[in-house]
């Protein structure tokens, strides 16, 4: 089966250096979402991407956080300069026309 | 803010038992609500989603109900298995299946 691929698995970084994360969502599923979730919480949504554009960005922290999908596929989440509440598991997922998300195995990044 | 309780937080049971986990919603107008399955340190699998107009799916041996007017959902686990330990998520949306709002979950360990 099909998965959404995220790499790296566990980043860890100095507090105010520059981390990113990348995403391949399942081939053909247009909708991308990037969720932060805290230990012991459930995910939060920072971003929808609908193709190559941004759908929701609301809870996105901008003056740190960026995202982009420059091709309608791949995904890129970068964080600068990272904070030491920034550490979590950042998830991504996709999603075809509506249908139930499919979710990567997320990675764990701790800020020291 | 849009909240979503799941009790309990934590849950020991033996093999064999059948269970129930409960979520509760404090949005009237949710349109889907999921059920989620969640490994140590790994992404998130969809188990079931109940559209708004339905009242409850079923997946072998998991049954998940929903009560919109009373805000509650249940997730029910026939004869239950070592296999099925993990933490389990209930989300809802409001017509964005990828904008979900999530519990904290309810971390399920089952006993041989």
């Known amino acids: 089966e099909a998965e959404v691929a995220q790499s790296p698995r566990y980043k860890i970084t100095e507090k105010s250096q520059a981390v990113a994360f990348w995403c391949d969502p399942i081939?053909?599923?247009?909708?991308l979402y990037w969720y932060r979730q805290i230990l012991g919480q459930g995910p939060e949504l920072l971003v929808q991407?609908?193709?190559?554009?941004?759908?929701?960005d609301s809870q996105l922290p901008k003056d740190r956080f960026s995202a982009e999908r420059l091709k309608g596929v791949d995904s890129t989440l970068k964080i600068q300069p990272a904070e030491l509440g920034d550490s979590a598991m950042y998830l991504c997922?996709?999603?075809?026309?509506?249908?139930?998300?499919?979710f990567g195995n997320g990675t764990r990044l701790t800020v020291t | 803010k849009q909240e979503v309780t799941q009790i309990p937080a934590a849950l020991s049971v033996p093999e064999g038992e059948n269970l129930v986990l409960n979520c509760s919603f404090t949005?009237?107008?949710?349109?889907?609500l999921q059920w989620f399955r969640q490994d140590p340190g790994k992404g998130l699998t969809s188990l079931l989603l109940?559209?708004?107009?339905?009242r409850e799916q079923t997946s072998g041996r998991l049954n998940a109900s929903l009560d919109k007017s009373s805000g509650r959902s249940t997730l029910y686990i026939a004869a239950s298995q070592p296999g099925d330990s993990a933490t389990y998520l209930c989300?809802?949306?409001?017509?964005?299946?990828?904008?979900?709002?999530f519990g904290k979950g309810t971390k399920l360990s089952v006993k041989p």
């Open positions: 997922a996709s999603s075809f026309n509506n249908s139930p998300l499919h």
């Open positions: 081939s053909g599923h247009a909708t």
């Open positions: 991407f609908q193709d190559e554009s941004v759908v929701d």
């Open positions: 949005d009237s107008a949710i349109y889907n």
């Open positions: 109940i559209q708004s107009s339905q």
């Open positions: 989300a809802h949306d409001r017509g964005s299946q990828g904008n979900l709002i």
